[in-house]
């Protein structure tokens, strides 16, 4: 009787041992509920920070909503495109104004498919984050190696819009692959639900390119899109690298 005591201590410990162990590993891959709809909705295609960079009137914000369901009608229900709009529009005033703004980027952003998009794919150009200076040597150099499309004005204006844009505009092309290239085969609740790390979100992805270029003979990602798909993921849905 003594001996089976004293083997039941020894196995309330070790399994205490384990078990405090494995909920340590736990802890470090703790995922945090939302508070509101909109932050679970809404920041899985793009971050919530591209989803708020702008501030839209009430009705701006309504017709982004509800562009955002034609994409994916699966993901936001009638039921959750109401909760979301009055969560935005009741508890977000900081980014809700009352009149419509002039996009102040919509005529450089024009310069840019004109002068840059001729050549590059956007997401070949928008593949990296750089500096200011490191963008004003990609423009010199796309200006010295295509000397006609560009007048010296641009250097500044696209200097200037890539470095304070480009990081949204990766989101924005990071968003469209989604939709485009995943989101087209899968169901919204299949991959939108997922959390995974870098490692695994690239085995993932890589697993995908392979079984697409199986069934349709093509490279379903280019490598820029690839790098692109797989920062938004990590962002959104990413976990620590264990």
Known sequence: MMKFSILLIIFIISFSTVY??????????QYKAPQFLYEEKCSKCHTLERVFAE???????????????QKNPLWITETEEVQITDEILGRRNDIVIPYPQ?????????????????????SRILKENKTEEEWKETVLRMR????????EEDIAVLTEYLTE???????DIASQI????????????RILLERKSRNDWEKCV???RVLAKQKFKKDWFTSDEFRLIIDLLVKTQGLKDG
Do not use: S
């Not at 002039?102 to 998009?117: E, G, H, S, V």
């Open 55 to 69: 501030h839209k009137t009430e009705n701006e914000w309504r017709i982004c909503i509800a562009k955002m369901i």
């Open 102 to 122: 002039k996009k102040k980027y919509a005529d450089t952003q024009l310069l840019f498919i004109d002068r840059c998009t001729k050549c590059h794919t956007a």
């Open 165 to 171: 844009r480009g990081k949204l505009m990766r989101d």
């Open 206 to 208: 890589t697993d995908m």
């Open 144 to 151: 010295d190696n295509a000397p006609e499309l560009f007048y």
């Open 178 to 189: 989604m939709v485009e290239k995943c989101l087209v085969c899968h169901e919204a609740g």
């Open 20 to 29: 405090g162990q494995t909920q340590g590993n736990v802890e470090i891959f």
